[in-house]
């Protein structure tokens, strides 16, 4: 009798060990499988909100107007080491009559980093982390810029010029603007003061 407590006694305390030791290891096993998928929830199925503001910003055409080109075998395609660096603060407009695209309400462009139209010259902003692009921006300053249509987010500026079609950004989530932003403060710092806008050249003087 006493030997059969004893073996019942040695099994349970077996089956306790067997059973808490499982149970440490599928809750150790689970904590990163939680914090990956909180993850996938939180940033719309992507990993971090890098990687969700770096697909934002490719399927937003961020790169049409803000990387420069360079003729690839089809044309005209995006330089990937000046990624969006905007416009080349040397690279000249195209040799065109200014006042006759203003006069005839044109836009014209020619790889797509500088624009011309009734409303002047503007020049593709650097959006990469370089002090010359938006390195030393805050992430209040980048959704005041697209919300309230305010050049550098600023108060008592100038309003975002085209093509930059901000009234669309605007519509995006807090959420995807604030991915946006982490990605391109995440990006290679590329130093390129890009020119300023030019007003119309009925304007000038």
């Known amino acids: 009798m006493q030997k059969t407590i004893v073996i019942t006694a040695l099994s349970v305390i077996s ?4 059973f808490f030791g499982c149970t440490q290891k599928s ?3 689970d904590a990163p499988i939680a914090d990956s998928t909180t993850a996938l929830k939180q940033y719309s199925g992507f990993e971090s909100q890098v990687k969700w503001g770096e697909h934002l910003v490719s399927v937003s055409g961020c790169n ?3 990387t420069p080109k360079k003729m690839g075998a089809h044309g005209p395609e995006n330089d990937s080491s000046l990624l969006l660096s905007g416009h080349p603060a040397q690279m000249p ?3 065109v009559d200014l006042k006759a695209i203003e006069s005839k309400g044109l836009v014209v462009t020619n790889l797509e980093t500088a624009w011309i139209g009734p409303w002047g010259v503007t020049y593709s902003a650097n959006l990469t982390s370089d002090s010359t692009g938006i390195g030393n921006w805050k992430e209040d300053q980048f959704i005041k810029a697209l919300r309230e249509d ?6 008592n500026t100038r309003p975002i010029l085209p093509p930059m079609p901000w009234e669309d950004f605007r519509l995006m989530t807090d959420g995807e603007l604030k991915a946006i932003f982490a990605y391109l403060k995440s990006t290679k710092p590329i130093h390129n003061v890009a020119p300023m806008a ?8």
């Not at 089956?15 to 067997?18: C, D, G, K």
């Not at 305010?150 to 108060?155: P, R, S, V």
């Not at 030019?198 to 003087?205: A, E, L, S, V």
């Open 64 to 66: 049409d107007c803000h």
């Open 150 to 155: 305010k050049w550098m987010g600023l108060d």
């Open 27 to 29: 809750t150790a096993s």
């Open 93 to 95: 407009l195209p040799d």
């Open 198 to 205: 030019q007003p119309p050249m009925g304007k000038k003087g």
């Open 15 to 18: 089956a306790s060990v067997i």
